[in-house]
């Protein structure tokens, strides 16, 4: 990787310098150890403490700098995971849309296909869906029932409130349904991962995934996962395909 690229990358991160963490330090502690780190070209200590400090309280930042430090140690498939989930999380993150964008066409590998629905679950943060139906539904119930609770007389306007928190709440639903269906997808972790026909290690290997590849989960059996990616379907162990809904 050239002095150039490496730059541009490294200036997308989000930095932050602080105290060495001790032992049960915090997620701040933890991210700022990463930092350091990160500036001292220790990557695999910073993957580390990065990692530890998401396992804690996911961020958008600090999966960022996650995926920069796993990309530097040559680990496309964690830095593609790492990234997405960040966008997962906050996808107004245009430095990390960038940096998959430029790491996708260098490394050759596509992005998910979504459909509509997921597609308009990108629109907001996830978490956002479910506060936005909650409150449009009892927005909506409430302007029908609250005139005759309060013996106030019915009036248009109670009616056409009602009605935009009806028609708010049934649009959240496909957003919502896209995030659900979106948490299925994965990306294989490793190089030379096998996509097998059945699942056990003795099955035929009906292709070789690249890491960073987008896959879809659909059922699980013991230690594998039935996927479907652009080169087909099969069996993945699941330990080689990091998801895109950070548990």
């Known amino acids: 990787m050239t002095s150039l690229l490496r730059d541009l990358l490294f200036a ?3 930095f932050c ?4 963490p001790l032992q049960g330090a915090s997620p701040d502690e933890m991210f700022r150890r990463g930092v350091e780190a990160y500036n001292g070209g ?6 580390k403490l990065f990692g530890e400090s998401t396992a804690q309280r996911p961020a958008s930042g600090t999966l960022q700098n996650l995926g920069l430090a796993e990309w530097y140690r040559n680990r496309v498939g964690p830095a593609i995971q790492a990234w997405e989930q960040a966008l997962w999380l906050d ?3 245009d430095a990390v849309r960038l940096n998959l964008r430029f790491v996708r066409k260098t490394a050759q590998l596509e992005a998910p296909e979504a459909a509509w629905y997921e597609i308009a679950s990108m629109w907001l943060p996830v978490s956002w869906w479910a506060w936005i139906a909650g409150v449009s539904l009892w927005f909506t119930v409430g302007m029908a029932s609250l005139p005759g609770f309060q013996r106030w007389r019915k009036a248009g306007w109670h009616q056409a409130l009602a009605a935009a928190g009806l028609v708010v709440f049934l649009l959240s639903f496909p957003a919502q349904l896209g995030a659900h269906t979106r948490s299925r997808i994965g990306f294989v972790l490793e190089k030379g991962t096998a996509l097998r026909l059945t699942p056990t290690r003795e099955a035929q290997t009906v292709t070789l995934l690249a890491p960073g590849e987008p896959a879809r989960w659909e059922r699980v059996r013991g230690e594998y996962l039935f996927v479907r990616t652009s080169h087909g379907v099969g069996w993945l162990e699941r330990e ?3 998801l895109i809904c950070p548990n």
Do not use: I, T
């Not at 310098?17 to 060495?20: I, V």
């Not at 220790?42 to 993957?47: E, G, L, N, P, R």
């Open 17 to 20: 310098l602080g105290a060495l």
């Open 42 to 47: 220790d990557f695999s200590a910073a993957a």
């Open 91 to 93: 996808p107004f993150n």
């Open 240 to 242: 080689k395909l990091g």
């Open 12 to 14: 997308s991160a989000v």
